[in-house]
Nanobody
Framework: QVQLVESGGGSVQAGGSLRLSCAAS????????MGWFRQAPGKEREGVAR???????NYLRSVKGRFTISKDNAKNTLYLQMNSLKPEDTAMYYC????????????????????WGQGTQVTVSS
């Protein structure tokens, strides 16, 4: 059974930075698409960033230029560097992995992701 474990969440003031990590129990090379999602109370889960096996990345428009997704296959770890954080970034953040190529998954689509982490809370105060 594949496990994804997020860490790195916390509480910061607006303008601050956090780096989220997602440690996978297996080789991240086996996943064609890995992504970060977030869900705020009362809202739908939304895609934040995703990365293909070839390194191609896509971002939610509101985080582009502030967030960077990356992965270290040697460490089987996915990262999300979040800079210039805003109160509206407050949410539970989840990492996910899929056997599908990212091209076959809608940016906010969750059903085609096979594995999910338990989430890590990010709170940004103004």
């Amino acid at each position: 059974q594949v496990q994804l474990v997020e860490s790195g969440g916390g509480s910061v003031q607006a303008g601050g930075s956090l780096r989220l990590s997602c440690a996978a129990s297996g080789n991240t090379n086996r996943y064609n698409c890995m992504g970060w999602f977030r869900q705020a109370p009362g809202k739908e889960r939304e895609g934040v960033a995703r990365i293909e096996s070839d390194g191609t990345t896509n971002y939610l428009r509101s985080v582009k230029g502030r967030f960077t997704i990356s992965k270290d296959n040697a460490k089987n770890t996915l990262y999300l560097q979040m800079n210039s954080l805003k109160p509206e970034d407050t949410a539970m953040y989840y990492c996910a992995a899929s056997a599908f190529n990212c091209d076959y998954i809608g940016f906010h689509e969750t059903l085609k992701y096979n594995y999910w982490g338990q989430g890590t809370q990010v709170t940004v105060s103004s």
